[in-house]
């Protein structure tokens, strides 16, 4: 009989899967990506039969397998990742905007790299609902082509991104359009608020508004706020701060903002509460919610508030998770199409924020949020029950394959 460890691997039908996205680099928002398809590979994974191990390509390896007690090597550690995808059944590439070069010139040829050095080692490689684009040096379209077309599933999280890979010749009828894994985040369980809440208290943040005694009394309503820079001259967090600050002398409000990325958009959040200046003669306040880097508590924070004003995209799809009625303010095209998915148009951009407009809005949002959430609730419910297709599609190629070809 044997029982060496590989035909204990094949008995128990253990799959390894390589991992690769913007991975370790404290940005809830990607985290909160990784999360999600973690969740879903585990969940449908054991669905069919399989224990999948992931093995995550990580700017931080150590801080990504304290998070998610997954196995986790240095991206940018060539030997690393050769070793992690000759060891692995597959390769997962995604989610996230990571095809795209508005971020520099090194992100397109990173991400095909790697996919391309799976592909090269014979292993499938899967595109999870993945954003494409913008793409403005032609050049990478031969970088992109080549790898989607060697994947063994491809999935975006656009029509927009599909229509784009069209463009660039891979065949329209091999692209998925499906909704970002976020869609599919749960809250997190008892034992996790316990332990996210401990988190908080060590790294001295912002106290959960939950837990004050003072919180049930508490009749203004919570205004989450996500923002990020953009702008070199800062003129549109200047824009930001005029309409919140129209909108919190127009009623008592609490506006607590939600730095997914640190410490960037915290910087961008203490820029923007400086030029609104004191507030309290309207009856509102301003608050910052202390570092979270687990996304789960990040969801929380975002079910918590009665509306939202989201500049990051991830901070809209929170919102959308929960039917937390929201305004996008738009700097990238995924913002808009986002949006769209789910009925709305963004309340502004970088370049154009009226205040009046604004705070009608969020007026609206706060006197009816039911009308909100039934108008949008349908595809917000679609967009949920269908964020764990590429996982099922995932996970059903793995069944399929036989292991020991796999690491030859």
């Not at 599933?153 to 909704?179: K, N, Q, T, W």
């Not at 924070?301 to 004003?309: G, H, I, M, T, Y």
Request: proline share 6%; with cysteine.
């Amino acid at each position: 009989m044997d029982t060496s460890p590989r035909a204990r691997e094949n008995e128990i039908q253990i799959r390894r899967v390589a991992v690769s996205g913007y991975y370790g680099f404290h940005n809830s928002g990607d985290e909160a990506v990784l999360k999600s398809i973690l969740f879903a590979l585990e969940e449908e994974g054991a669905k069919a039969g399989l224990r999948i191990v992931p093995v995550v390509l990580s700017n931080d390896p150590a801080g990504t397998t304290a998070m998610y007690g997954v196995e986790a090597v240095h991206r940018m550690r060539p030997g690393d990742v050769l070793r992690a995808l000759r060891g692995s059944d597959g390769l997962i590439s995604g989610g996230g905007s990571l095809l795209q070069d508005a971020t520099g010139a090194k992100t397109i040829p990173y991400y095909t790299g790697v996919m391309r050095l799976a592909q090269l080692l014979g292993k499938p490689v899967f595109v999870y609902a993945q954003g494409i684009g913008p793409v403005h040096r032609r050049w990478m379209d031969r970088l992109i082509r080549g790898v989607m077309r060697k994947s063994a599933y491809v999935s975006v999280r656009d029509a927009e991104s599909a229509a784009l890979l069209g463009r660039m010749g891979v065949a329209e009828d091999r692209i998925e359009v499906v909704p970002d894994p976020v869609m599919g985040l749960p809250l997190p369980g008892a034992a996790d608020l316990r332990a996210g809440s401990a988190r908080a208290g060590s790294a001295g943040g912002a106290a959960d508004p939950g837990s004050a005694p003072a919180a049930a009394a508490e009749s203004r309503p919570l205004i989450g706020v996500s923002l990020r820079p953009w702008r070199k001259d800062g003129a549109d967090l200047t824009r930001v701060a005029v309409a919140l600050g129209a909108l919190a002398l127009s009623r008592p409000v609490r506006l607590r903002f939600l730095p997914f990325h640190a410490p960037l958009d915290a910087e961008a959040s203490e820029q923007v509460i400086r030029q609104m200046g004191d507030l309290a003669a309207g009856g509102s306040s301003v608050e910052v919610a202390g570092a979270l880097d687990d996304p789960q508590q990040m969801l929380l924070e975002v079910s918590r508030c009665d509306a939202l004003l989201g500049m990051r995209l991830h901070a809209l799809i929170y919102a959308a998770n929960q039917s937390v009625p929201m305004m996008g303010l738009s700097y990238d095209p995924k913002i808009d199409q986002f949006l769209k998915r789910i009925g709305l148009q963004p309340i502004g951009t970088t370049e154009q924020l009226d205040p009046a407009p604004f705070v009608a809005g969020m007026i609206k949002l706060l006197d009816d949020p039911k009308r909100w959430q039934a108008d949008h609730g349908s595809a917000i419910a679609l967009l949920k029950q269908e964020a764990r297709r590429p996982a099922k599609q995932i996970i059903e190629f793995l069944r399929l394959v036989n292991r020991g070809d796999n690491h030859k």
